[in-house]
């Protein structure tokens, strides 16, 4: 579910997000439709929260590669 990154809301604004509609959905008697659209926010912001986790483990593993292929003082890789 790809979005603008322009747009896109921050990991902790998603997150945080998610959380109030989780709350609601478990605190209160909503009408069914109020509900699923709940829902269906809830459904859209956890794809938002696991694309930027994906994108930020995809950066550490680079940034790990990179930490591997680094060439030591002495001429050596690691």
Request: proline share 6%.
């Amino acid at each position: 579910m790809p979005t603008d990154p322009e747009t896109q809301p921050s990991f902790e604004a998603a997150f945080a997000q998610l959380q109030s509609i989780i709350a609601r959905l478990e605190e209160a008697e909503l009408p069914l439709e109020e509900a699923l659209r709940l829902y269906e926010e809830g459904k859209r912001l956890i794809a938002i929260c696991a694309s930027i986790l994906d994108n930020a483990q995809l950066r550490v593993s680079a940034l790990n590669d990179a930490d591997t292929n680094a060439v030591q003082p002495d001429g050596e890789r690691e």
